[in-house]
């Protein structure tokens, strides 16, 4: 368990570390921003749907059987319910909000990261491949998004260092999420089956509500196919983890 325990706050620390991603906004165009990411949210889509369909469901209907699969569905009731309620909504690129719901959305973000550290600390505790794919799914999702939250955050008022520091410590429940399950889930009898499906849920409403309908807004032919290689590439790197598994 001490291996365990390791891998887990290792891999929470490094996603929380991705908060800092919206600082390259600083130093890049617009314009580059948007013809890089939309490769980014394509392969973040693939491993989102890979981490569902090829470890978490397998995993979860293993453990507790077919039954556990109606977790999925609570998992993208909240999902949905974060994203509508508290104005959590996932940005892609800088400058995509209309509004500036500055504080409602460090709340909904810190929600966000508490149930992203949930996530990966559970699937370590199944196994470490799981772990180490949800984390995969989870860091490319982050990116985009912690790139679009930093540029709420500037265009909500907050200056560059406040912004950075306020993104770092929301991104830091992640790490209380995860020691909140490693306590709380042996005190339940250690079944890990409905969080994992519930995981699942989760990944699948990221990646169908929030990330294929940004990649339908790329129109050109060619790049719209290294979209498409993109998401095949995301989806490969979760399955070539279950052939190691």
């Known amino acids: ?4 325990l390791l891998l887990i706050l290792a891999s929470v620390f490094v996603v929380s570390l991705i908060s800092f991603a919206g600082i390259v906004t600083l130093v890049m165009r617009r314009k580059q921003m948007d013809k890089a990411l939309i490769f980014l949210v394509s392969f973040s889509a693939g491993s989102c749907f890979g981490g569902a369909f090829i470890h978490l469901f397998p995993e979860a209907i293993e453990e507790g059987g077919a039954e556990v699969v109606g977790f999925a569905i609570i998992g993208i009731l909240v999902f949905f319910v974060m994203e509508k309620f508290l104005f959590w909504q996932h940005c ?5 909000h209309e509004h500036t719901f500055a504080y409602m959305n460090l709340v909904g973000d810190g929600i966000h990261n508490f149930i992203d550290g949930v996530v990966i600390a559970a699937s370590y505790m199944a196994s470490v491949q799981l772990g180490v794919a949800s984390t995969i799914a989870i860091v490319f999702h982050e990116i985009p998004q912690e ?5 709420v955050l500037v ?43 519930f995981a699942a849920g989760g990944f699948i409403y990221i990646a169908g509500s929030d990330l294929v309908p940004e990649l339908h807004k790329e129109v050109d032919i060619k790049r719209s ?18 052939l190691i598994e």
């Not at 368990?1 to 365990?4: A, H, Q």
């Not at 892609?92 to 995509?96: A, D, L, Q, S």
């Not at 950075?164 to 830091?172: C, E, K, P, Q």
């Not at 196919?225 to 279950?242: A, Q």
């Open 1 to 4: 368990m001490s291996n365990t």
């Open 92 to 96: 892609h690129k800088p400058g995509c």
């Open 147 to 151: 790139i679009g939250d930093f540029a």
């Open 155 to 197: 265009h909500g008022g907050f200056t560059t260092n406040k912004a950075i520091a306020l993104n770092f410590l929301t991104a830091l429940t992640a790490v209380l999420g995860a020691l909140v399950t490693i306590v709380v889930i042996p005190s339940f009898g250690g079944s890990l089956a409905p969080i994992l499906s």
């Open 225 to 242: 196919w290294g979209v498409f290689i993109s998401l095949i590439l995301g989806i490969m790197v979760i399955w070539l983890l279950r």
